[in-house]
């Protein structure tokens, strides 16, 4: 059984920091393209960042200089760090892991960000 657990949402001010966990159990984690996306009310889900195999990263414009995803093999998760955050980055952040074939997501974390 596949299971993506977020971890490390909460409530940050204006210019705070977060550091997002996601703990995957149940795939080869090396073998995935793993993602944050994230959802704000009446907005779309969109892709945040990204790393696969190799270490290749990907960031959304609206985030890049402030968040940094990285992953770890050994504890097969992958972690979103959040910088210098603003209002518009509140959000439910999603956890993605997608392969060639099969893709899974986690429950969510809650961002929240005070202006």
């Known amino acids: 059984q596949v299971q993506l657990v977020e971890s490390g949402g909460g409530l940050v001010q204006t210019g705070g920091s977060l550091r997002l966990s996601c703990a995957a159990s149940?795939?080869?984690?090396?073998?995935?393209?793993m993602g944050w996306y994230r959802q704000a009310p009446g907005k779309q889900r969109e892709l945040v960042a990204s790393?696969?195999?190799?270490?290749?990263?990907n960031y959304a414009d609206s985030v890049k200089g402030r968040f940094s995803i990285s992953g770890s093999n050994a504890k097969n998760t992958v972690y979103l760090q959040m910088n210098s955050l603003k209002p518009e980055d509140a959000a439910v952040y999603y956890c993605?892991?997608?392969?060639?074939?099969?893709?899974?997501w986690g429950q969510g974390t809650q961002v929240t960000v005070s202006s």
């Open positions: 790393i696969t195999l190799g270490s290749s990263t």
């Open positions: 149940g795939i080869f984690f090396s073998m995935y393209t």
């Open positions: 993605n892991a997608r392969g060639q074939v099969h893709e899974y």
